[in-house]
């Protein structure tokens, strides 16, 4: 079956530096992957989608990359900042017309001044 | 504008009870979802819808699990009998067509405490 698969250890980093968060898959070639950012006690949010024919995708201080061969996404975001303190999910758009996701277990983040 | 919304935020119910959870997503969405949420973890499918119709329920645990979608705009999820395994953040999504790879809108999701 599908599986998606993200570092469950939270990541702990300085201000200012880049976090790198890791996406990893099985069984499956998708043809769009996705990044939500998850407050505690709230809904995802949306921030990226990158297609497979896409190596990279940037946002302002986020970046993300899709290797159709290594099956992963990287995730990264620059010149980090306490706000961005958080829960990253990457997700699976499923194959078919329903467009479900399929989500990591999500990494936690947190960003100490 | 209005996101989705969902209601309640908070339900303890006893093993054994009926409950159910309401999803208002933004208007015009034709595509509505319901994930389940459980301590860290990610979303978990359950159902989406495509209008009025359940196009895909495939992510329903079991029979005692049932949502509708009567006039394509709110949907309420139902679960019968619930047993303490169900306890978790049920999470309702919408976008504006149905399929496709186009982002996903999520509610606040609904805290189910089954005792």
């Known amino acids: 079956s599908q599986k998606i698969e993200q570092n469950s250890e939270a990541l702990n980093i300085q201000e200012g530096k880049t976090a790198t968060l890791t996406c990893n898959y099985t069984?499956?070639?998708?043809?769009?992957l996705q990044w939500y950012r998850q407050d505690p006690g709230r809904g995802p949010v949306f921030l990226l989608l990158?297609?497979?024919?896409?190596k990279e995708k940037r946002k302002e201080r986020l970046k993300v990359t899709f290797d159709t061969t290594l099956k992963q996404s990287l995730f990264h975001i620059t010149a980090s900042q306490p706000a961005d303190s958080a829960t990253y999910l990457c997700?699976?758009?499923?194959?078919?017309?329903?467009?479900?996701?399929?989500f990591g277990q999500g990494t936690t983040l947190q960003v100490k001044p | 504008g209005a996101g989705v919304s969902q209601t309640p935020s908070n339900k303890v119910t006893e093993k054994g009870k009926y409950v159910e959870l309401r999803c208002d997503p933004i208007?015009?969405?034709?595509?509505l979802y319901w994930y389940r949420q459980s301590l860290g973890q990610g979303p978990e499918f359950l159902i989406y819808?495509?209008?009025?119709?359940?196009?895909?329920d495939s992510g329903l645990p079991n029979d005692r699990f049932f949502a509708v979608r009567p006039e394509g705009s709110v949907s309420t999820l139902k679960i019968q009998r619930t047993e303490r395994g169900d306890s978790a953040v049920y999470l309702c999504?919408?976008?504006?067509?149905?399929?496709?790879?186009?982002?996903?809108?999520f509610g606040p999701g609904t805290r189910l405490t089954v005792l």
């Open positions: 999504a919408s976008k504006t067509e149905a399929g496709g790879y186009n982002e996903q809108f």
């Open positions: 997700a699976l758009v499923s194959s078919g017309n329903t467009g479900k996701l399929i």
């Open positions: 069984n499956y070639s998708p043809a769009y």
């Open positions: 208007s015009g969405h034709t595509a």
């Open positions: 990158i297609r497979e024919n896409e």
């Open positions: 819808f495509q209008g009025t119709g359940a196009a895909d």
